[in-house]
């Protein structure tokens, strides 16, 4: 894949077909990234930039430089997120005319695509499986159902459907018994009200599947942390564990996300934020950094297996 990549005209943005490509045959009898828990990737193009693609191998690099691969994947994760603090938040990356394809833009992300790279990164580093390919390839399962591209709604919109598909394909553990958790509410339509907020939900049908999708997800049983409980339960929550902000916003279950990471003893969250636009620490221990934030109600939080 790397090798494909590299030897095509890179135009702006660059699409790389994936599809019947003699020298993937080696590859694909290696065991994929995240082949193992439950995912099979389905990858038709991938639609970058070559400036993506550069980035991507100089983390690679750094990080194979500093033997990061002997290193525990938690840690991985904190020190990846790190590396791309700066980087400008940027959304609706993913939107794109015409048929839903993996796109990868690693010089600007949103909260869930922050967390999503650094997820894939880590997990290329960990298991020297580095070519752009298994990149991609890491980035389909995290992202789609099962991996598998095949139209908008493939794609893990919900973060709690993200959670529970990554769940399922053994990848994250939801933690649902941290001191002084409560029952989630789960009641989504936020989507299928709302379509005109969304460039491809253009069509009856794709809202009618989104409805679906909706009504699937309500019976999950996730357990939510509230804002008031957070700090006791700070020691339970470890660097490298997935946070996401649980919302009041009627119709929807998270409004952001991020990388849990301790400093001074203290939670605070590695994420993409609109505070600053770009990837940054919270200033303010997780607990304090919520407090004022009336349509947040807690956090849910998932470990890396």
Not at 231 to 246: C, M, P, S, T, Y
Not at 266 to 291: D, F
Request: with cysteine; glycine share 6%; aromatic share 6%.
């Amino acid at each position: 894949m790397k090798t494909l990549i590299i030897s095509i005209l890179v135009i702006m943005p660059l699409i790389v077909s994936c599809k019947n490509n003699p020298s993937d045959n080696q590859a694909q009898e290696t065991e994929k990234a995240f082949t193992s828990n439950g995912c099979t990737p389905s990858i038709n193009n991938i639609i970058t930039y070559e400036e993506d693609i550069s980035i991507f191998e100089d983390m690679v690099l750094t990080f194979e430089n500093m033997g990061y691969d002997n290193t525990p994947l938690s840690e991985i994760i904190v020190a990846v997120g790190m590396h791309l603090e700066g980087t400008p938040y940027v959304a609706s990356t993913l939107e794109i005319e015409g048929d839903e394809q993996l796109v990868i833009n690693l010089q600007g992300m949103d909260c869930t695509t922050f967390v999503e790279y650094v997820l894939a990164l880590s997990h290329s580093i960990k298991t020297r499986k580095t070519s752009f390919g298994d990149f991609a390839e890491n980035i389909a399962c995290i992202r789609y159902r099962n991996g598998a591209i095949n139209g908008y709604t493939s794609r893990l919109h919900y973060f709690t459907d993200w959670l529970q598909n990554n769940t399922e394909k053994g990848s994250i553990s939801v933690i649902n018994d941290l001191p002084g958790s409560i029952p989630m509410e789960l009641n989504l339509n936020f989507m299928s009200r709302n379509p005109h907020l969304y460039q491809q939900l253009s069509s009856e049908a794709l809202v009618d599947s989104m409805k679906i999708i909706e009504t699937r997800l309500k019976d999950l049983p996730f357990q939510y942390l509230p804002k008031t409980s957070i700090q006791q339960a700070e020691d339970k929550i470890l660097d490298g564990d997935i946070i996401a902000f649980v919302t009041t916003i009627e119709g929807l279950d998270v409004s952001h996300t991020g990388i849990a990471i301790h400093q001074n003893e203290r939670l605070h969250l590695l994420h993409a934020s609109t505070r600053t636009n770009q990837v940054e620490i919270t200033p303010l221990p997780l607990s304090e950094y919520l407090s004022p934030l009336g349509k947040v109600s807690g956090i849910l939080v998932a470990r890396i297996n």
